[in-house]
């Protein structure tokens, strides 16, 4: 089961990450299917 | 007498223009001192290590979602309770969490983030792992029911 609060959490520590270090997600223009996972 | 304590900076090493001259300078006790250029190419590699480490940070947070993206689909679109037999990698998150406190300890909301979400993937593996135990259980009990 997934606690609600996680997926939020990750995305707004991305934001952060993107904002404050200039970084970009690099799968973002990546079809979902051919993304990796950990 | 006072006395001063002055942090390294993350983003070291700093570049000022003297008389229209680049030149690099660092701190000693007695002031200010330029750099010599083995010391200003070790901390470009430095920094260029620690972008490096907050990339693959980066790189991780945006995998982690994508799984329990996935993962969360599949909840849904399941009527009964179900669990995911995916586990989420925690090895990477914990060294890069030591190796960049440096650098993120000063944005309070990121570790504070980075933290809770070191627990809640833990809960989500530890859940996952007690699933798989309860099913290896079952057929376990299954194969001695039918040889026993």
Not at chain 1, 10 to 35: H, M, R
């Amino acid at each position: 089961m997934i606690n609600k609060n996680i997926i939020p959490a990750i995305d707004k520590s991305i934001k952060i990450l993107e904002d404050k270090f200039n970084l970009k997600n690099p799968f973002e223009n990546t079809p979902k299917s051919v993304q990796s996972h950990s | 007498m006072y006395i001063f304590y002055i942090p390294h900076r993350p983003e070291r090493p700093h570049i000022v223009y003297k008389d229209d001259i680049p030149v690099f300078y660092k701190r000693t006790n007695t002031g200010c001192e330029l750099m010599s250029y083995n010391e200003i190419k070790i901390e470009f590699q430095r920094y260029e290590e620690r972008r490096e480490k907050i990339k693959l940070l980066f790189i991780e947070l945006v995998s982690a979602k994508n799984t329990l993206e996935d993962v969360k689909q599949i909840h849904e679109e399941t009527p009964i309770k179900a669990y995911s037999p995916i586990t989420l990698e925690l090895n990477t998150l914990n060294s890069l969490l030591t190796d960049l406190y440096t650098i993120i300890g000063r944005e309070t909301e990121l570790i504070q983030l980075l933290l809770s979400l070191r627990l809640h993937i833990t809960i989500f593996n530890n859940t996952t792992m007690m699933f798989l135990n309860r099913i290896s259980h079952q057929i376990n009990y299954n194969t001695n029911e039918l040889h026993g």
